[in-house]
């Protein structure tokens, strides 16, 4: 019941921009321009909510859909300009003009406040996600993994193995791991170091390790 809550909730979130303009547009020709862009734009944001897609973080992605959306419900306005229709009420389009931008401004204030509490929330370490662990080479195999955290970061631990005898050099070879990789955890909001590199001051077996750290140290 819950689940199906959050996933109406989410929904309500997404088509929200395009009710508000569907209310405001007065020209068919933009109504349905705009009110597709929105659908896409929606489309997307629903997808990455159901993981879907899996590439855009989850509050990332509604960070953008909240700016975005009254860009195009603007460019949509600024595009009727240029169109003969009008509203017949002149009064009652200004009082659904001046609604929606309550509306999609409220939602856009709303949706920063938690997304700056979200990445304030974000700044001490945590473990890696496991989809952070790099994916392995044909051959190479997982023989161990552990997890843990330590002094300002969080870590998962990988022995790597091979399927068909490999010496370590081949292992490291193949996995092309050369040099510690690192970038931040997520795209605008989680600014956290993510590592991926190689356990060196061990030469009996090849360890890989992906390390999250504090923002602040």
Request: net charge neutral; with cysteine; proline share 5%.
């Amino acid at each position: 019941m819950q689940a199906l809550a959050w996933t109406l909730v989410g929904l309500a979130y997404a088509v929200l921009p395009l009710m508000v303009w569907w209310r405001i547009a007065r020209t068919p020709l933009v109504r349905t321009a705009v009110a597709l862009a929105l659908a896409v734009a929606g489309g997307l944001l629903v997808a990455v909510q159901h993981l879907w897609l899996t590439g855009p973080p989850r509050p990332d992605a509604h960070l953008v859909f909240a700016a975005v959306a009254p860009l195009i419900v603007a460019a949509g306005a600024v595009w009727e300009r240029s169109q003969e229709g009008t509203a017949p009420d002149q009064h009652t389009w200004a009082t659904r003009r001046s609604g929606a931008i309550g509306v999609l401004g409220t939602q856009f204030a709303v949706t920063l406040v938690a997304s700056l509490l979200y990445a304030l929330v974000l700044t001490g370490a945590s473990t890696p996600a496991a989809s952070a662990v790099p994916a392995l080479p044909a051959g190479l195999t997982v023989e161990s993994q552990s997890e843990g955290c330590g002094s300002g970061n969080c870590y998962r631990l990988l022995t790597i193995g091979s399927e068909n005898g490999l010496s370590y050099q081949e292992i490291v070879r193949r996995l092309g791991i050369t040099h510690e990789k690192c970038r931040p955890n997520g795209w605008l909001l989680d600014r956290r170091d993510l590592c991926v590199g190689l356990n060196t001051h061990r030469t009996d077996r090849v360890v890989l390790y992906v390390t999250l750290s504090d923002l602040i140290d």
